[in-house]
């Protein structure tokens, strides 16, 4: 699926500039692809010469009724896919779909090409302002990724002189040839759906987006992000997806040298390299009997490659944890059985082990900072009672501050969280939900080595809401949980949620630190994926956290 979206450039003076950088890429393919091309690099001469210069240029009605047209048809589809994946109406009524979606993009496609042969660019001074945009879109759907590349020094003459405005349409269609041809997008238009998420695609630049956004009259990437996730009604993670990056060719008809050379620095052709960077991970070993592991049982592989364990530690290493509870009306009825499998957690818990309880409802709690001593933990764990809206990311990102402020390097970090996992941000409406984005939750979680594991409690209520909440939530505590290296849990009554809190805490005991150097040394920012196994015993589950970005 092809979402159209927002995000930002890197530091590019001119505008103009970021059109021209995409043609430099590809040059060479696009000769050998014409076959799916309308316009001769003849007629694409013609309209860039005519673009330069629209001081004769005549408004044309037909033309512009036409691309509204088809545009008013794409946008009308888009509201019916919007509905089809919601599964909730939007109060729009949809077209009916055409018979044949294939013919109608023929069409299309055919309408696109024969104005492209007729007429003068479609610029504001041809069609006005609402049609000129929308041809950007046409351009964007309908015609190839070698077409556009063609027709990129077109935009950029008319996006120099106006005739082309700097809008979402323009920054969707450079960020979709971006990822059709390998690079990060600029701007953050482009999104995709997988596993009930809706994924980003990889940006370019992070630091600077909301700048660059709002020089193409977009609001901030988390409010727009935000504002999708409520229409579509699916949360919006980050893409860990490495995007090839392509080295601009010398060629005849490229752009001025100090462009490309921009270019080339913006895409992060210059990679840092260090000689020392060791990678930790957290493995836990779970399994009907596990025996005493050595560091010759294991095998790293980062990226599908081998790597050579040089730190290995064994699991009888202290913990740092945050028992994390949720009391928000949602779990209200849940109360007694928190308090009762909370005293159980403490009495069972390693002695080395120390323990933080905070509790969360529309905001947090320390109840009990981290400590050993059992007699204070249960006296502080009394003292707890609390009822209102659900924040549950923000909680999370709660506990993993605390850790990183509190917990001393060399001691493990774990969460037990115990929610029914509904932030109020997973009803899709403006209300008292988290302030920090599932994706923002998720990338803190990627880039710390907290380990956690939630317990999800059955949700209250049993009618259809409550169940695809309870789907909603259970979808985002099984990604938490596998991102971070930990394991979710599910329980709805008192004996089974005390046979849980053993089986946590046994994990806690079975967790092995593992080091290694990377055989790639780049420090380029992009994900490595982590992959470990005990191939000495197959009947061992190992889990660890799904990989570091080499930063």
């Known amino acids: 699926m092809d979402m159209i979206f927002t995000r930002g450039v890197s530091n590019i003076e001119h505008s103009m500039r970021i059109c021209i950088a995409v043609t430099l890429i590809l040059l060479a ?70 018979a044949d979606t294939a013919a109608t993009a023929a069409k299309r496609k055919e309408t696109v090409c024969q104005i492209l042969n007729s007429s003068p660019w479609p610029g504001k001074s041809l069609v006005g302002d609402e049609a000129a945009s929308a041809w950007i879109s046409l351009v964007k759907t309908y015609l190839s990724v070698h077409q556009q590349l063609d027709l990129m020094p077109v935009i950029a003459a008319g996006l120099n002189n106006a005739e082309i ?125 596990v025996p005493t592991l050595r560091k010759s049982d294991f095998k790293i592989y980062e990226d599908g490659k081998e790597q050579e364990i040089t730190a290995f530690e064994a699991s009888d290493s202290p913990f740092d944890i945050v028992l994390l509870l949720d009391l928000s009306g949602s779990t209200s009825d849940k109360l007694g059985l928190i308090k009762k499998t909370t005293r159980h957690f403490i009495e069972t818990k390693r002695e080395a082990d120390r323990v933080a309880i905070v509790t969360f409802n529309s905001g947090q709690n320390v109840v009990s900072p981290l400590q050993a001593n059992k007699a204070k933990l249960l006296n502080d764990s009394s003292h707890r009672k609390g009822n209102g809206a659900s924040q549950v990311w923000d909680s999370e990102k709660f506990a993993i501050d605390l850790l990183k402020r509190d917990s001393p390097a060399g001691r493990r970090k774990t969460i037990v969280v115990m929610t029914d996992g509904i932030d109020n941000d997973l009803y899709y409406s403006l209300g008292p939900g988290s302030s920090i984005l599932f994706a923002d939750l998720v990338e803190d979680i990627r880039n710390n080595q907290v380990s956690i594991f939630p317990i999800l409690l059955s949700p209250s209520g049993a009618d259809l809401q409550n169940g695809q909440l309870a789907q909603d939530a259970r979808r ?10 930990g394991t979710l849990y599910t329980t709805a009554n008192l004996d089974s949620l005390n046979e849980v809190y053993e089986h946590v805490l046994q994990d806690v005991g079975r967790v092995y630190s593992l080091g290694y150097q990377p055989k790639n040394d780049k420090r380029d920012g992009t994900w490595r994926s982590i992959r470990v196994e005990v ?17």
């Open 476 to 485: 985002t505590m099984q990604l938490i949980a596998d991102e971070s290296g």
């Open 29 to 98: 393919a696009t000769a050998a692809m014409s076959q799916d091309k309308c316009v001769s690099q003849e007629r694409v001469a013609t309209l860039l010469s005519q673009i330069k210069d629209v001081s004769n240029v005549q408004a044309n009605e037909a033309v512009k009724t036409e691309i509204l047209a088809i545009k008013k048809e794409m946008s009308m589809e888009a509201v019916e896919s919007v509905t089809e994946k919601s599964g909730r109406s939007t109060g729009i009524k949809a077209p009916e779909k055409p």
């Open 165 to 289: 405005a700097k809008d979402n349409d323009l920054a969707a269609f450079v960020d979709r040839l971006r990822i059709r041809i390998g690079q990060p997008q600029l701007f953050g238009t482009q999104m995709t759906e997988q596993n009930g998420f809706i994924v980003l695609y990889p940006l370019q630049s992070e630091e600077n987006v909301d700048a660059f956004r709002k020089e193409y009259g977009l609001d901030a990437l988390k409010d727009h992000l935000r504002a999708i996730q409520n229409v579509y009604k699916k949360l919006v993670i980050r893409s860990t997806a490495k995007v090839k990056r392509v080295q601009v060719a010398n060629a005849s008809n490229a752009a001025p040298s100090s462009t490309a050379e921009l270019i080339n620095k913006n895409t992060g052709d210059d990679v840092v390299k260090v000689d020392t960077s060791i990678v930790n991970i957290d493995a836990t070993v779970s399994g009907t009997t």
């Open 535 to 551: 191939p000495t015993h197959p009947d061992l589950k190992v889990r660890a956290r799904s990989g570091y970005y080499a930063k």
